[in-house]
């Protein structure tokens, strides 16, 4: 009886944790440098996989706490929704908030792509009517201070999450050859926001000098050992939070905001770049 109330206890205060948790939202914080000759600092804030996550009072807490970082340029890596949502008014409430900050800039993820073409349509409206720039499979160039960066957005491909069943066997990869149709060689110094960064080598051999991803939600459940599980229902992924490398090119991963985490609080990420 003892260790069922004592079971019972745990349970209780675990259900307690994972409530408090859910409330968190930190900002966390990197630094790298690009083989640029500008001899200045970008700040750059990443944010993703919002899905149905909001904050209360037009996302106050979220927008105040990536203002005092007074960044350069913003980057949505992609779930900025999730596909069930159909009214985009709040989101649109957050993207004229961001922009007020400064530029923001984003790509697609595996979510937007699984959605009916109108739906999608008045999400786009949302966004690029409250001053955002959305690239689906697109290019635009940032400019402030003398620094020239050129930002790269792929909507990568539905059949990479899910194959034609809707199942998780089997998927299809993402090459280097893709972007290089999609883009042509990127120009550097480039930027890639690419939702999904199991294709970091793919990115890395293309030629993107620093590339911006998120989509694992950092293994759903944090553990000494790691993320315990990708959305494609596989264990411990390779790539979950923080700064990764491969040979001289770089991925930042976002833990992200939205979706059911143990050991793992909402995250705003925060990178400055010595270019």
């Not at 970008?42 to 899905?51: A, E, F, R």
């Not at 080598?201 to 000494?224: Q, R």
Request: proline residues 4%; charged residues 25%.
């Amino acid at each position: 009886m003892k260790i069922l109330i004592c079971c019972i206890v745990v349970f209780i205060l675990f259900l307690v944790y994972v409530w408090i948790e859910s409330r968190l939202l930190i900002v966390r914080k990197y630094k790298t440098t690009l083989d640029s000759k500008y001899g200045k600092t970008l700040k750059i804030v990443q944010i993703s996989d919002l899905h149905n996550k909001t904050y209360p009072n037009d996302w106050n807490c979220l927008c105040t706490k990536i203002n005092r970082l007074s960044p350069d340029i913003i980057i949505i890596s992609g779930d900025l929704v999730s596909r069930s949502q159909k009214n985009f008014e709040y989101t649109g409430i957050l993207i004229n908030r961001l922009c007020k900050i400064c530029p923001v800039f984003y790509a697609r993820g595996n979510h937007e792509l699984d959605m009916p073409p109108k739906r999608m349509a008045r999400l786009r409206d949302a966004v690029t009517s409250n001053g955002a720039i959305l690239l689906e499979n697109g290019k635009s160039t940032f400019e402030k201070n003398g620094i020239s960066l050129n930002i790269y957005g792929a909507d990568l491909k539905r059949s990479i999450y899910r194959n034609s069943d809707g199942g998780f066997s089997n998927l299809e990869s993402y090459t280097a050859q893709e972007l290089e149709e999609i883009f042509e060689k990127p120009q550097s110094p480039s930027l890639l926001i690419a939702h999904n960064p199991f294709f970091f080598s793919e990115y890395a051999k293309w030629g993107a000098d620093i590339t911006f991803s998120g989509h694992v939600h950092a293994g759903i459940i944090n553990t000494p050992f790691g993320g315990i599980l990708s959305p494609e229902r596989k264990f411990f992924p390779k790539y979950i939070k923080g700064i990764y490398e491969h040979e001289d090119k770089k991925m930042i991963v976002s833990a992200g905001i939205g979706k059911l985490r143990v050991f793992n609080p909402s995250e705003i990420l925060y990178l400055e770049i010595e270019m």
